[in-house]
């Protein structure tokens, strides 16, 4: 798959890597990679062989935010004509306009907990806006020593809660961490998001990658099937009213997983002391 901002590798072994490739830009999101990101998560909703995603990005910036120089296209009643290509800029009146791209970057994130891979994100350096929120909505996220974080739509006349940051950080880090850092904007380092759990470990910067595939070659591991209906059960679990509803939909999970061949794969490779040999799909 061929894109402007980003690029997308799949190897043979089912991991996916999305790198966000506007290094010059420190990997700011312009309307044009909103489109490309909406396009590979789509195309990732039903690719059965691309198994656990990896996210990264090139250079020495995880991800800026919002490009500033797009978002004030927002607040013009007058858009430039090479940009009316974006359905939501072909709208006269500003407010319209900026309803209409918030709902198309905020979908982002909603999608990147929809598609069935688990996202492990590889950061180095800053994570800033909405790139904080991407963060977020990663599943695993491992950070170099140099990495850093803000919830930067509060310092510039925004609210601190943009794109899933009051839904997730809370559930990340507890109430009182998250208000204060969606209350101030200020940055945390790796050392303070390993402390309070938002990230799983520091990493040295040249093997943060390889560290991200080991652990996805681990989950590879387990049965396809499994692993889809754990990401579902997890992000279920988030807003569930009790605990016998995640009991139900456990035991449906395993019911469904026992029931397929995948089972029985796992089974003997226990007993005969051996990975187990899973089919991509």
Known sequence: MEFETIKFELEENGIGILTFNRPEKANAISFQMVEDLHSLLDALMTNLDCRVLIMKAEGKVFNAGQDLSDASV??????????????????PEVVKSFMYYQWRISDLIIKMRKI???IIA?????????GFSIAMAADIRIVGKNAKFN??????GLTGADMGSSYFLPRLIGLSRASELLYTGRFFGA????????????????????????MAREMLTKSPL?????????NLSLDSPSLETMIQLENRGQVLGGSSA??????????????????LR
């Open 151 to 156: 919830a930067g739509y509060i310092n510039i």
């Open 262 to 279: 995948d089972v029985w794969e796992a089974f003997n490779a226990y007993i005969e002391k051996r990975d187990p040999k899973f089919p």
């Open 74 to 91: 927002l607040k013009s009643k007058k858009k430039p004509d090479h940009l009316k290509k974006f359905y939501f800029l072909d709208i």
């Open 122 to 130: 590889v950061i180095q350096g800053a994570a800033m806006g909405a």
């Open 191 to 214: 050392e303070e998001a390993t402390k309070i759990g938002f990230v799983l470990k520091i990493v040295e910067e040249e093997k943060l990658f390889d560290s991200a595939m080991e």
């Open 226 to 234: 499994g692993l889809r209906m754990t990401k579902q059960a997890i």
């Open 116 to 118: 069935s891979q688990p």
